[in-house]
């Protein structure tokens, strides 16, 4: 907790917002995306989705491979409650959607389905990209495909799998250039630990294209993924990356200077920081 509110509070101190970026791209970026007050007519089929999961009362019994959970102790858990504490917000699922909306991914992978709260704000984002997302509890898998199932999303392609496996996989064939698959966006979102996420940044090294954005949930959720987010930031290879307190942003724009913002997201902080600390 201690670590939370030193980074909450260094945070603070640091974010700007558009005015204080002297970088086109970001500039453009923060100005047309993280500040669009657009009401898209996306939001309310997002709303929807989040209150179908907040009314269902059912249970699972969830496999938790990542960094654990702060607010469940045991592994039945309601489906209501994962929705509540464990899924991405309102907002921020608003601004996912905002993000893909801007840069139009068509390859998208998300590591950590969950109940696809996120992943149907990918799924918005642009209706003509393919989505991947990795799972390895089969029963919250399994619900997210029952509930975009319902809503209709056509985009999105559900593997059960744990994470390493499939992304050595797909390595390879990278490397080999064999049914090679190059995306444009990857949401990190699927174990919060120093050591899984340096080694998903590395293996999915070799599918960066210069247009390629990555986004890492959770980077000041322990001195563990606050130590990751350092190693990533200093990667010869990336070029910008921002930091929104929840999310770390990275791009590997050969054109663009090597630089790092910190930057203040639409939402108030105070409550993106209980928000934060509630997981």
């Not at 603070?12 to 009401?39: I, K």
């Not at 996912?96 to 704000?121: C, D, K, M, N």
């Not at 390879?172 to 340096?198: R, V």
Request: with cysteine; aromatic share 12%.
């Amino acid at each position: 907790m201690l670590q939370q509110i030193q980074s909450y509070l260094k945070f603070q101190w640091n974010a700007t917002s558009e005015h204080g970026v002297h970088s086109p791209f970001v500039f453009d970026l923060v100005r047309n995306c993280f500040y669009d007050t657009t009401n898209y007519e996306e939001y309310e089929v997002l709303d929807n989705y989040r209150n179908q999961l907040l009314n269902d009362h059912n249970t699972i019994e969830v496999t938790d491979f990542g960094a654990g959970s702060r607010v469940f102790k045991s592994n039945t858990r309601e489906i209501a409650a994962i929705a509540k504490n464990a899924g991405i917000s309102r907002k921020r699922a608003q601004l996912l959607f905002r993000l893909v909306r801007y840069f139009q991914p068509t390859e998208i992978l998300e590591i950590g389905t969950s109940l696809g709260l996120a992943t149907s704000a990918l799924a918005l984002g642009n209706k003509n990209s393919t989505i991947t997302t990795l799972e390895g509890c089969p029963s919250t898998s399994q619900k997210s495909k029952e509930e975009s199932q319902k809503f209709g999303f056509k985009n999105i392609e559900y593997i059960t799998t744990e994470f390493s496996s499939y992304l050595n996989n797909l390595k390879l064939e990278t490397l080999n250039k064999t049914n090679q698959k190059n995306f444009d966006c990857i949401y990190f979102d699927g174990n919060h630990s120093k050591k899984a996420t340096l080694e998903y940044f590395e293996t999915l090294l070799p599918t960066i294209t210069n247009e390629t954005i990555w986004i890492f949930d959770d980077i000041h959720w322990s001195q563990d993924m606050e130590e990751a987010w350092e190693i990533i930031k200093d990667h010869p290879k990336v070029t910008v990356t921002i930091d929104t307190f929840q999310w770390g942003l990275v791009f590997f724009r050969k054109e663009q200077n090597k630089e790092h913002f910190c930057i203040k997201t639409e939402q108030n902080l105070s409550s993106m920081f209980f928000e934060k600390i509630r997981i």
